[in-house]
C-alpha cells in the first residue's frame, strides 16, 4: 500500500514563506499524479497544487498561483510545496495525495475523489 507522510507545518505570519514536504513509500511513484489539497475549519478540502511524478506542467488552484509552488525531489521520493506570501486564509490543514494513472493523458487532476491514497496531514497556521 502507498504511504505519505506530510511535514512541515507550523505557525508563521502573514507574507511569510513555509515549505512543506510529502514523503512517499510503498509503490513506485513513476505512474503517478501527486497532488496537495487544504482543509480549512468548517470547509470542504480544496486543491492546491498538482503534478505528474514523472514531469510536465504544474496545475495550481486559482487561489494559491503565483504564490505556491509545487515540486518533486526524485530520488528521496518526496513532494514538496514551496508556500510564499502566506495570507491568513492559507490556514488549513494540508494533505498530500496520489492518484495512479494508467497511462499519460495529460490530463489534470483537481477533485477529492480523484486520488486513491492520502497522507495524515499538517497543520499550516498563518496568524499575527
Known amino acids: 500500500q502507498v504511504q505519505l507522510v506530510e511535514s512541515g507545518g507550523g505557525l508563521v505570519q502573514p507574507g511569510g514563506s513555509l515549505r512543506l514536504s510529502c514523503a512517499a513509500s510503498g509503490r513506485t511513484f513513476n505512474r503517478h499524479y501527486m497532488g496537495w489539497f487544504r482543509q480549512a475549519p468548517g470547509k470542504g478540502r480544496e486543491f492546491v497544487a498538482g503534478i505528474y511524478w514523472s514531469g510536465g506542467t504544474p496545475y495550481y488552484g486559482a487561489s494559491v498561483k503565483g504564490r505556491f509552488t509545487i515540486s518533486r525531489d526524485n530520488a528521496k521520493n518526496t513532494v514538496h510545496l514551496q508556500m510564499n506570501s502566506l495570507k491568513p486564509e492559507d490556514t488549513a490543514v494540508y494533505y498530500c495525495?496520489?492518484?495512479?494513472?494508467?497511462?499519460?493523458?495529460?490530463?489534470?487532476?483537481?477533485?477529492?475523489?480523484?486520488?486513491?491514497?492520502w497522507g495524515q496531514g499538517t497543520q499550516v497556521t498563518v496568524s499575527s
Open positions: 495525495a496520489a492518484r495512479e494513472v494508467t497511462y499519460y493523458s495529460g490530463q489534470y487532476y483537481n477533485g477529492v475523489h480523484e486520488y486513491d491514497y
